[in-house]
């Protein structure tokens, strides 16, 4: 008897349980289920954009408008995206725009696929399988984006950034970036913009000769900076290499495809046939309206030889152009 109470005490207050909660929830059940963000766009939309043809006006009728649009990591109304201009589609697509056309669509989600069977979160030895074959490994260095050269642990010198890697198809029109071996993002690019904006990576060519003068004051850091002569610095100076540190400068390999004119650096601040003049310590741009370029440089000995090195920045010391003595 004791027994059969117990299990009516029981059953009371399951019942009376239940019915508190079909009170609050007015009857209704509720499933609590994990949110799964959507996806701003459909698999299906993206592979009607052409990366080689399809202009902004197509990537809007397509996929409607983004969640932004930018700039250099600028954000920009839609009024000030003109001719050139990134479109972000919830962090999960951006369609680069250069001159009013795709440039590049990039793929940072894994469940998008475009057009070939990469995706984001593959093996990287499989997506590598689909691409053409990679011609050397480069391993310890920062990324000089030359095409189907992998870049292993990649490390700037300044960001050592162990695990990511980078490879680029341009015959397939694809670049991965990978992260502990999977792809982290894919990269489709227009494949006539590529190769033409390789073959024109060019720095200081001497558009506006100048081979006699005096040299002229400029401001560097917000001083004057008057003309200081360098007996080491005069002579002639052969490009060799572009590259992140000095430290990665191998005169067997060239890392980049930058070039850039040798320097026949003469007396009283002159550069033969260069936009440049200098004075001790600085290469700087006197002919440039307003803010001024200036290279800081310094002179190294190896093996034998003389180099010059300019620094894209006063303070630190990578992002090097590297120069041989020659004469």
Same mark, same amino acid.
Not at 41 to 68: A, C, F, Q
Not at 148 to 159: A, P, R
Not at 270 to 294: A, E
């Given at each position: 008897?004791?027994?059969?109470?117990?299990?009516?005490?029981?059953?009371?207050?399951?019942?009376?349980?239940?019915?508190?909660?079909?009170?609050?929830?007015?009857?209704?059940?509720?499933?609590?289920?994990?949110?799964?963000?959507?996806?701003?766009?459909?698999?299906?939309?993206?592979?009607?954009?052409?990366?080689?043809?399809?202009?902004?006006?197509?990537?809007?009728?397509?996929?409607?408008?983004?969640?932004?649009?930018?700039?250099?990591?600028?954000?920009?109304?839609?009024?000030?995206?003109?001719?050139?201009?990134?479109?972000?589609?919830?962090?999960?697509?951006?369609? @680069?725009?250069?001159? *009013?056309?795709?440039?590049? /669509?990039?793929?940072?989600? %894994?469940?998008? #696929?475009? &057009?070939? =069977?990469?995706?984001?979160?593959?093996?990287?030895?499989?997506?590598?399988?689909?691409?053409?074959?990679?011609?050397?490994?480069?391993?310890?260095?920062?990324?000089?984006?030359?095409?189907?050269?992998?870049?292993?642990?990649?490390?700037?010198?300044?960001?050592?950034?162990?695990?990511?890697?980078?490879?680029?198809?341009?015959?397939?029109?694809?670049?991965?970036?990978?992260?502990?071996?999977?792809?982290?993002?894919?990269?489709?690019?227009?494949?006539?913009?590529?190769?033409?904006?390789?073959?024109?990576?060019?720095?200081?060519?001497?558009?506006?000769?100048?081979?006699?003068?005096?040299?002229?004051?400029?401001?560097?850091?917000?001083?004057?900076?008057?003309?200081?002569?360098?007996?080491?610095?005069?002579? @002639?100076?052969?490009? *060799?290499?572009?590259?992140? /540190?000095?430290?990665?400068? %191998?005169?067997? #390999?060239? &890392?980049? =495809?930058?070039?850039?004119?040798?320097?026949?650096?003469?007396?009283?601040?002159?550069?033969?046939?260069?936009?440049?003049?200098?004075?001790?310590?600085?290469?700087?741009?006197?002919?440039?309206?307003?803010?001024?370029?200036?290279?800081?440089?310094?002179?190294?000995?190896?093996?034998?030889?003389?180099?010059?090195?300019?620094?894209?920045?006063?303070?630190?010391?990578?992002?090097?152009?590297?120069?041989?003595?020659?004469?």
């Amino acid at each position: 008897m004791r027994r059969m109470l117990n299990l009516i005490v029981v059953l009371l207050f399951v019942i009376s349980f239940t019915s508190c909660i079909e009170d609050e929830f007015d009857g209704k059940t509720t499933i609590v289920e994990e949110e799964i963000e959507k996806l701003k766009v459909d698999n299906e939309n993206l592979g009607k954009l052409d990366v080689d043809s399809s202009s902004y006006e197509d990537v809007v009728n397509i996929l409607g408008e983004p969640s932004s649009y930018s700039y250099r990591e600028e954000i920009l109304e839609k009024s000030e995206a003109i001719d050139d201009f990134y479109m972000d589609y919830d962090g999960q697509v951006v369609i @680069k725009i250069q001159n *009013k056309m795709v440039d590049e /669509i990039r793929i940072y989600d %894994d469940r998008i #696929r475009y &057009l070939k =069977n990469l995706y984001v979160g593959q093996a990287k030895e499989e997506a590598l399988s689909q691409l053409s074959p990679v011609k050397e490994t480069y391993t310890n260095i920062g990324v000089y984006y030359e095409s189907y050269i992998l870049y292993n642990d990649i490390n700037y010198g300044y960001s050592d950034v162990k695990g990511v890697s980078y490879y680029s198809d341009p015959s397939n029109g694809v670049r991965l970036w990978f992260d502990n071996n999977a792809v982290s993002t894919v990269y489709y690019f227009n494949k006539e913009n590529y190769l033409e904006h390789e073959s024109k990576i060019s720095y200081l060519k001497g558009s506006s000769p100048y081979d006699s003068g005096e040299y002229v004051t400029t401001e560097i850091n917000g001083n004057d900076v008057e003309f200081e002569t360098d007996a080491d610095l005069l002579g @002639k100076w052969e490009f *060799k290499d572009y590259v992140y /540190i000095y430290e990665d400068f %191998d005169e067997e #390999r060239k &890392l980049s =495809n930058i070039q850039f004119i040798d320097l026949d650096i003469r007396e009283n601040g002159i550069i033969k046939d260069c936009d440049f003049m200098w004075t001790k310590g600085y290469l700087v741009n006197v002919f440039m309206r307003g803010s001024r370029m200036v290279y800081r440089y310094e002179l190294a000995e190896r093996e034998g030889e003389t180099y010059l090195l300019l620094y894209t920045s006063l303070e630190d010391d990578y992002n090097v152009y590297v120069f041989k003595n020659v004469e």
